[in-house]
């Protein structure tokens, strides 16, 4: 049993005319992905940015439709490679498998600072001992894979949290809350836009025994919370992106205590000097960090102290 791909590259202004032709051609799926090297960053909600040059994959159900049976898909892919002017294309062929399972595979524990384990629900814990916070990342963001989590995740190992009062804003799965709790933080507030991310946070918050200390918020109802509680954090992390993190300077100053800290991701190298001019009247920031290893040196994390 398999599945039948076809394969082309072309500029983003033929994609939505390869698309046609492909569901025309009773495609039941079409992924699109990165020809080179160009970076999307996470957009706003309603925004479908797309790269320069794109790869589309046709996927055809040749497991199930007999209406593919002698189909030439190598003429296919030819004649709609012709009509968008594709610079290349190429067939493939994949074999069925128990998708519901594979993705998991690709999974791993991943150990960090302090003797902190991120741990895959479904997976063994490598050390019982450490602190292993058990992570199912659902479709939002935040493994513990991605080199700015790992940067939050081992700051907060380095820091004393017993008792002290969190925001995590851009919470994704969850993680770096979930984190918090079981490094010895009292509550934990998680704020994000997504609805996928309020409930995967709701779900790891559960996997870890730490719901009754964690609240999660879409900003509009996190707005209202801290106006009714006149909340003051003893510590933000925002796992984000340079520009919302800009913007947002002035309100994580109101929110968090004087001599509170705060730790920023999401930052590639060129983007960290507008975030640190950005802060500059509300916090001390230390010099941006970054791993060595070519994979994730160009991430970096800014952290600092209140004012």
């Known amino acids: 049993m398999s599945w039948q791909h076809i ?14 032709l492909f569901y025309e051609s009773d495609a039941v799926s079409i992924l699109l992905e990165d020809a080179g090297d160009e970076p999307l960053f996470e957009p706003l909600p309603g925004e479908e940015p797309l790269w320069g040059e794109v790869i589309l994959t046709a996927i055809y159900d040749t497991n199930s439709d007999d209406r ?37 595979a690709h999974y791993k524990p991943v150990k960090c600072e302090g003797n902190l384990w991120i741990v895959p629900e479904w997976l063994d814990t490598p050390d019982p001992t450490a602190t292993n916070l058990i992570l199912d990342p659902g479709l939002a963001f935040g493994t513990g894979y991605h080199a700015t989590t790992r940067l939050c995740l081992d700051w907060l ?43 995967a946070t709701r779900q790891n918050a559960a996997l870890n ?33 340079a520009k919302p993190l ?29 975030v640190i001019d950005a802060y500059a009247p509300y916090f001390e920031l230390d010099s941006a960090y970054h791993y060595d290893n070519k994979d994730d040196h160009h991430w970096h994390r800014l952290s600092g102290i209140k004012k």
């Open 68 to 104: 593919f049976d002698g189909t030439d898909f190598e003429a296919l892919a030819n004649d709609i490679a012709a009509q968008v002017g594709a610079s290349r294309f190429w067939t493939t062929r994949l074999d069925d498998k128990d998708w519901s399972r594979e993705w998991m």
């Open 209 to 241: 025994n730490v719901s009754d200390r964690l609240k999660v918020f879409l900003p509009e109802e996190f707005s209202e919370y801290q106006r009714a509680h006149e909340l003051k954090a003893d510590t933000i992390t925002a796992n984000i992106l």
């Open 246 to 274: 800009i913007e947002f300077a002035p309100l994580f100053s109101t929110l968090l205590k004087d001599g509170g800290s705060i730790v920023l991701a999401g930052l590639i190298e060129n983007q960290t000097q507008s």
């Open 7 to 20: 394969h082309l590259q072309c500029p983003k202004d033929k994609v939505e005319f390869a698309e046609a």
């Open 157 to 199: 190992s380095a820091q004393n949290l017993k008792d002290k009062v969190v925001i995590d804003y851009g919470c994704g799965s969850g993680v770096l809350g979930v984190a918090a709790l079981l490094l010895g933080a009292k509550e934990v507030l998680a704020v994000d836009i997504d609805p996928q991310a309020i409930l």
